[in-house]
């Protein structure tokens, strides 16, 4: 395993909870690192840079205590930074993660370089979402720390290349630190992310079926109820492909069948009054492997047992 330092004795698991728009909250994101992974979440979450830097304040804080009398501290905790143009708080959320010094920065939809100098002003270590190999040469040659690859699956806007084909080509020029994005569901899918040359795991939707995330409880019934078939990939709602629950997209009077094609030039449309993220619900296509709603700490356990019985060596028949 590839590993900045930072982490290396840090998580429980080769783990990474993906920063969920609008459900991931410091809430969820204490309880993550408390169950010894990389919990985030996005900087945007917060509705101004006031309460983002109260949100900051407060996770270094807590994430500061030990969690037992021998002094193990949770896992670090990331921030997720759109570097889009029309993100217009942009340097203002940026100014906080270094002043909070941030340990993990996750950069997305745009160009890292200004964000990896100034995270790597004070130790802390960048990670780019990418979704092709021009993404993430490009993220290479900006220095930062690791490549999320975001395949496809993946919840909310995710990539179209199959894992074993991108893990395999970011490898013939990438040594570094490698996140998997796309249908993880279980412990067991962190060991064959790990065969397959990546060096961490990258889950988001299974964290929105746990009780510590706020969102609405219609939404997490029905995770449960779907499966990979009603997972609808369409550009319509934001101007970027992205993933959604078909039942949700359903209930605002959309024939999720039969939807519009996307408005010229990445526009977005077709909400049909409904509110994107709130009424039309993300999801990856993992969803069909989620049956509970359990709380981080016990899904964590869960993936740690299935981690290490998928890890035990197959024994071997007796020679003749």
Known sequence: MSLPALLSDRLRLPLVAAPLFLASTPTLVEAQCRAGIVGSMPALNARSAEMLDDWLAQLTEVLSQPLTSHGALPAPFAINQIVRRDNHRQAQDLALLVKHKVPVVITSVGAPGEVVSAVHSYGGIVFHDVVSVRHAE???????????????????????????????????????????????????????????????????????????????????????????DQIVNTALFSGLRANYLKQSIARTGLDPDNLPPPPAQGGSGGHNGAKLWKDIWAAGQGVGNIDDIPTVEALITRFEDEYHRVQMPARRPAAV
């Open 138 to 228: 490009k993220a290479v040659e900006a220095g930062v720390d690791g490549l999320v690859a975001v395949c496809a699956g993946a919840g909310g806007h995710g990539g179209t290349l199959n894992p074993l084909a991108f893990v395999n080509e970011i490898r013939r020029f990438y040594s570094g630190t490698v996140l998997l994005s796309g249908g993880l569901t279980t412990g067991k899918d962190l060991v064959a992310a790990q065969i397959m040359g990546a060096d961490l795991g990258y889950i988001g939707t299974r964290f929105l079926a746990t009780r510590e995330c706020e969102v609405n409880d219609a939404y997490k019934q029905m995770l449960l109820v779907s499966n990979a």
